[in-house]
């Protein structure tokens, strides 16, 4: 009769965690937007491997052709600083969807947080390793810290997380726009590891410069807190039925985007001087911050994310990570 007993009753707690989706339920739209920032992000780095002319306006090499100089003008209106915040959400809204998964599935609620701790390690681990061998720049390891404090806002209410993204959103401009408001000299005022010749010299300061990269991106946090407002209400993963809100931002966002990148683009392609430059990048980085949390959403797909449709020639295949558009 004890087993009996004990078959019948519910499992209300359990220690096992529950494994990836699977392809045939995974979402659409967040892989594919994960997909389109990365590209972005890639595209935004790589102005960082450029070397041997005189540095301008925010880091950017100084370019003198018509051509490259306009191109310059696209990148930083359309893609600096507009990509990262974009990820940061949606990769709160992954650590979001994990915890609900898990703990819908009855796995108890420590037992879930231990997962995502574990996962935030590996990512700081896997962040300090690309830092040392390839890229200071790398944020991996700032994504893993996010991942801590995400855990630590799991009870935190929907209100307070958009007063306090709202809030920070404010610091970022006034850090961010010290940052750059010093006029350049011609000289990198960071990465400096990148003009070594010396392999063993560069590797030992890419830690150093690791560490200082958060100064320059520190507005996932707003990004972050808003990703897990809008995991929270299934906006990205249900987008049919939030159609007009993901409209509506998408058009604003590119709106804020272009208003509050164009001044700084222009800066950087030497088509007007900037008097302040505090308020030029204060500026850049705030609507950086507003836009490219709103960016993502175009490219969720208008009807529900779990649909499953036929794509000619191309087989987007999910598999329990970032996809790649190819």
């Known amino acids: 009769m004890g087993v009996a007993r004990s078959q019948a009753e519910p499992m209300t707690q359990t220690e096992v965690a529950v494994g990836p989706v699977g392809t045939r339920d995974r979402s659409l739209a967040p892989d594919l937007a ?43 209106t359309l893609v600096d600083g507009r990509a990262y915040p974009m990820f940061a959400a949606l990769f709160a809204c992954g650590v979001v969807q994990i915890f609900e998964r898990q703990r819908a599935a009855g796995v108890a609620e420590l037992q879930v947080k231990r997962l995502l701790r574990r996962r935030s390690w590996w990512l700081i681990a896997f962040g300090f390793m690309h830092a040392l061998l390839l890229f200071p720049g790398d944020i991996l390891g700032l994504y893993g810290v996010l991942g801590f404090i995400l855990i630590a806002l799991t009870r935190v209410s929907d209100r307070k997380l958009l007063v306090a993204a709202a809030s920070w959103l404010m610091i970022v401009a006034v850090v961010q726009g010290a940052a750059y408001m010093m006029p350049s000299d011609g000289t990198r005022s960071f990465f400096w590891s990148f003009e070594m010749t010396d392999p063993l010299a560069a590797m030992a300061l890419r830690p150093l410069e690791w560490l200082v ?5 520190i507005g996932v946090g707003s990004a972050a807190l808003v990703g897990t407002w809008a995991a929270r209400r299934g906006i990205l993963t249900d987008p049919l039925a939030h159609r007009p809100l993901l409209v509506r931002t998408a058009v604003a966002g590119l709106a804020i985007a272009v208003a509050g990148g164009l001044p700084a683009g222009l800066a950087v ?25 709103r960016r993502g959403r175009v490219g969720a797909p208008p009807g529900h994310a779990r649909r499953r449709r036929r794509v000619r020639g191309v087989a987007l295949v999910v598999r329990g990570r970032p996809s790649a558009v190819v």
């Open 269 to 293: 392609g030497h088509f007007w001087a900037p008097t302040s430059l505090l308020a030029l990048w204060g500026l850049a980085a705030l609507h950086g911050g507003v836009a490219g949390r």
């Open 34 to 76: 994960r997909g389109l920032m990365l590209a972005l992000i890639a595209l935004a780095n790589s102005v960082i491997y450029l070397y041997d002319r005189p540095y301008g306006v925010r880091q950017h090499i100084v370019e003198h052709g018509m051509l490259d100089r306009i191109v310059s003008v696209f990148t930083v």
């Open 213 to 217: 990269t958060p100064i320059g991106v």
